[in-house]
């Protein structure tokens, strides 16, 4: 049986549909929750998606029913009335989802610099002496204030322990 490659909207995934599998069946199996209340017998009407790429099926009579010809020329189908005949790109309205969509997938990219969680600094430590039995941990954080202006209260007892 031959399989196409169908690309759904704006969810940014792809499944492989056999040309005997609706499109509804096909979406399902990629992970795609399309709302069909009628359980595909085309009656509900609530599996609308929007052929954007690539061929499918002739219209069935309940999508003739469902659909102006306007509509059916701009590529509006029942998912479960439709079945692929070439690899496409199938459009799925937010009103045809089961949830909602989380993520934007597609429009413009903006570039995000990682903040690091660690950032290292060089520090010059006063060496302990009998006149100075500050300990180690009161040494570095009082070295990080003044050398960098930095503020700690506390430190990791497993990090100080690896300093050396």
Known sequence: METY???????????????????????????IGIISLCGGEGNCQSCRVQLLEGMASKPTASELK???????????RLACQTYPTSDGKVGIPPASLT??????????????????????????????????????AGRLLKALNRQHRLRCDSIDIGALSQLS
């Open 99 to 136: 949830t909602t969509q989380r993520v934007q997938t597609e429009g413009q990219e903006v570039g995000i610099e990682p903040e690091p969680v660690v950032v290292p600094y060089q520090l010059k430590l006063s060496k302990p002496s009998l006149t100075d039995a500050q300990a180690d």
């Open 66 to 76: 469902a659909y102006s010809r306007q509509e059916i020329k701009e590529g509006w």
């Open 5 to 31: 490659k169908i690309r759904f909207e704006p969810l940014g995934l792809s499944g492989r549909c056999r040309a005997d599998e609706s499109l509804l069946a096909c979406a399902q199996s990629t992970g």
